[in-house]
């Protein structure tokens, strides 16, 4: 698992906490510090179940609509800084982590969260 983590942002911080706490391992990626890679964001792409408008920031700022796959990946790569985050990539799944809660839609994680 990947969690493309911003050390800056308090829920992106309470995530790697999850994680560390429940000792299940993870690769953390500085995204701000050393970009996506084209395999990352082609992942993300194809896994997240959402629009793309869904996986940035300020995405009203920027134009999603109507893009081709490559301008998918061309538009993450280009604007890193609105990535949301915590994102956690699985084999099968891509998940925003706002709320937390959100990763117990990843079945292995489901366990650690009580579902009321």
Do not use: W
């Amino acid at each position: 698992m990947k969690l493309f983590h911003n050390p800056r942002c308090s829920k992106s911080r309470r995530a790697v906490e999850f994680f560390a706490n429940h000792d299940i391992n993870i690769e953390i990626v500085t995204y701000l510090k050393n970009g996506l890679s084209i395999v990352e964001a082609e992942e993300i792409l194809e896994k997240y179940e959402g629009d793309i408008s869904d996986l940035l920031r300020n995405s009203s700022q920027l134009e999603t609509n109507n893009l081709s796959k490559n301008q998918q990946i061309c538009l993450l790569l280009d604007n890193v800084e609105h990535l949301q985050r915590p994102i956690l990539l699985t084999k099968l799944e891509c998940v925003i982590g706002r709320p937390l809660e959100n990763f117990a839609q990843i079945h292995q994680l489901s366990t650690y969260f009580s579902l009321n």
